[in-house]
Nanobody
Framework: QVQLVESGGGLVQAGGSLRLSCAAS????????MGWFRQAPGKEREFVAA????????YYADSVKGRFAISRDNAKNTVYLQMNSLKPEDTAVYYC?????????????????WGQGTQVTVSS
């Protein structure tokens, strides 16, 4: 079993930045592909970004491409999401997820473990 805990959310003005962290325990993350998803009130959970097991391959939703960056530090068992140029429409609960495969997926159903989420609120 893998336990995931997100941190780093908060309230920020439009144009600002935040860095989310996802710390894992229970098993090493080095063999897992990782993803970030988000869910705004009244909306479905949507894909944000993903990274393969080594960090050598990443994939982003069009809505965040060029503004967000996903990275990982397998030695620290942690995945990050650097969010820049934040917009009010980025407001959501952000979830970290682990996939028991090496390769990336943008599908919610492909992930095996989920964190509890961290709130990000962007004011205009």
């Amino acid at each position: 079993q893998v336990q995931l805990v997100e941190s780093g959310g908060g309230l920020v003005q439009a144009g600002g930045s935040l860095r989310l962290s996802c710390a894992a325990s229970g098993r090493t993350l080095s063999s897992y592909a990782m993803g970030w998803f988000r869910q705004a009130p009244g909306k479905e959970r949507e894909f944000v970004a993903a990274i393969n097991w080594s960090g050598g391959s990443t994939y982003y939703a069009d809505s965040v491409k060029g503004r967000f960056a996903i990275s990982r530090d397998n030695a620290k068992n942690t995945v990050y999401l650097q969010m820049n140029s934040l917009k009010p429409e980025d407001t959501a609960v952000y979830y970290c997820a682990a996939r028991d495969e090496h390769v990336i997926s943008s599908s919610y159903y492909a992930y095996d473990y989920w964190g509890q989420g961290t709130q990000v609120t962007v004011s205009s």
